[in-house]
């Protein structure tokens, strides 16, 4: 059973590019969440999708980006006309099911770094 | 909003030492906590994961307690190794079923 995969494990993009990053949950997992971790600080929430559903998006900054995760394929987090502050690396996990009193663990893949020149 | 403390934020330790890292977060109203490692570059490795209406789980060296009615969580590694060297992330999931995450604790254990 594979893991939670992310593509592309490095990218590097100049300023005013689109970033696309790629995310496939865990097999039998129906949500994903994307974190961020900026140099030298801790990793914050961004969003928190379901399949064809946004459920959270309190942590994504207003403009240029953007999350789906659509009925087939991979989650994407898009972000449009990129800029130095972007450069971090992104972080995908994924659980099986939330609700009630009881939240599964998430699983994490390995991050996308994006370096923005 | 939920804040997640973790203490302290570095430690050198030579090898064979047991010790403790200490998180602290603000509302007790979680569903559980997970203690995470992570080596530089890399990913995060879950280590152990506790729900709320647990007090401890042990895997291994490691054993994570909760306390949820005063904030706090504690990793203890037992007996540790140069290999245990990584940052080890706290992390406490509430309401919403996000993450919130500590600063982390930078380790190192010398050989």
């Known amino acids: 059973n594979a893991g939670v995969m992310q593509n592309p494990r490095h990218l590097v993009r100049r300023r005013g590019q689109e970033a696309r990053l790629r995310c496939s949950p865990m097999?039998?997992?129906?949500?994903v969440y994307w974190y961020r971790q900026l140099p030298e600080e801790g990793l914050k929430f961004m969003v928190y999708?379901?399949?064809?559903?946004?459920?959270?998006e309190s942590g994504m900054p207003k403009e240029r980006f953007s999350a789906e995760f659509p009925k087939e394929g991979p989650s994407i987090l898009r972000i449009q006309q990129v800029v130095r502050g972007d450069s971090a690396a992104y972080f995908c996990?994924?659980?099986?099911?939330?609700?009630?009193?009881?939240?599964?663990?998430?699983?994490f893949g390995p991050g996308t770094r994006l370096t923005v020149t | 909003k939920q804040e997640v403390t973790q203490i302290p934020a570095a430690l050198s330790v030579p090898e064979g030492e047991n010790l403790v890292l200490n998180c602290s977060f603000t509302?007790?109203?979680?569903?559980?906590l997970q203690w995470f490692r992570q080596d530089p570059g890399k990913g995060l490795t879950s280590l152990l994961l506790?729900?709320?209406?647990?007090r401890e789980q042990t895997s291994g060296r490691l054993n994570a307690s909760l306390d949820k009615s005063s904030g706090r969580s504690t990793l203890y590694i037992a007996a540790s190794q140069p290999g245990d060297s990584a940052t080890y992330l706290c992390?406490?999931?509430?309401?919403?079923?996000?993450?919130?995450f500590g600063g982390g604790t930078r380790l190192m254990v010398k050989p």
């Open positions: 996990a994924s659980s099986p099911l939330a609700g009630g009193q009881f939240s599964y663990e998430q699983y």
């Open positions: 097999k039998g997992h129906s949500h």
């Open positions: 999708l379901q399949k064809e559903n946004i459920i959270d």
């Open positions: 509302d007790s109203a979680i569903y559980n």
């Open positions: 506790i729900q709320s209406s647990q």
């Open positions: 992390a406490v999931n509430g309401a919403g079923n996000m993450l919130t």
